[in-house]
Every structure is written in structure tokens, then in C-alpha cells.
């Protein structure tokens, strides 16, 4: 009788984790060497990416939340070039950002942030507020969508 009742908690726990339940996670976190591959990945068709990388971007890290369209990407720029942001995007000072979601290793530190960034804001798609940052010599760009936490 036991092991019955155990087999039947397990297709309970089945059905509910395959229903929507949430045993499976919905943050994605991605890494690719160059905006190639990331383009092939569909990242930039989805969404998660946006239009406007740099084709010689590289050292790509990326992590989104499917449920809250949340996320975070950072990429290297090799010949620090000029970045071509949306034309809405407005300068702003650290202090007027929302705080990343994630914390990833990847993802620098609050001080790095404000000692080495410029920042700016972009029209949000999904999310409360889009922020881009870029490293004031150029080889670094960041952006995050986000909400108010």
C-alpha cells in the first residue's frame, strides 16, 4: 500500500510540475563568445537582445526571467566603438537607475558601477524601466530591464 501511495505522489507531482506549477524554472541565463552566435540563438528575434549590439560584440552574457521579462546582458566591445543606442534613450546619473534583478558574477559590483559607467534610460518593453550602461571607455556595455523594487 506504501508504494502505492508513493507512486501515486509522484504522478501527482508530475502532472502539477508539467501543468505550470512551477518546477521548472523560468530564468534563463545564456552565455556566447560573439553577437553571432547570439543572433543564431534567436536572442535578438526574442527579444532578450537588442537590435542595436554592436556586430563585433563578444563575451556575451545574458540571464531573463520568462514570467517578468526581467533581465541583464553585458558584452565586450574588442575596438571600444561607438555603441548606435534608440533614439529615446536619455543620459541619467546612477542614482536615478532601478538596481539589476539578478546578481550574477558577471554582473558588476555597485562600486564598479558608479565609478566606471555612464548611464542611460530607453524605452521599457516588458518591464517597468530599461537602463543601458556604458563603461566610460567604451570596451563594456550593459543593460537591464527591470522593475521597482
Request: proline share 3%.
Given at each position: ?20 506549477a ?27 537582445i ?76 516588458g518591464a ?22
Amino acid at each position: 500500500m506504501a508504494s502505492h501511495l508513493s507512486f501515486v505522489r509522484l504522478g501527482v507531482i508530475g502532472i502539477l510540475c508539467f501543468s505550470g506549477a512551477g518546477c521548472l524554472g523560468t530564468t534563463i541565463d545564456a552565455r556566447f563568445d560573439d553577437a553571432t552566435e547570439a543572433v543564431a540563438a534567436g536572442m535578438v528575434e526574442k527579444g532578450w537582445i537588442p537590435a542595436w549590439m554592436p556586430k563585433n560584440a563578444v563575451n556575451l552574457r545574458e540571464v531573463h526571467d520568462l514570467d517578468t521579462s526581467v533581465g541583464e546582458l553585458s558584452f565586450e566591445i574588442p575596438d571600444a566603438g561607438k555603441v548606435r543606442l534608440p533614439a529615446d534613450c536619455k543620459s541619467v546619473e546612477y542614482s536615478d537607475t532601478v538596481e539589476a534583478y539578478f546578481r550574477r558574477r558577471w554582473w558588476p559590483t555597485e562600486k564598479e558601477l558608479k565609478e566606471s559607467f555612464s548611464f542611460l534610460e530607453c524605452s521599457a518593453d516588458g518591464a517597468d524601466y530599461k537602463f543601458v550602461g556604458i563603461q566610460r571607455d567604451g570596451r563594456r556595455v550593459l543593460q537591464w530591464r527591470t522593475y521597482r523594487q
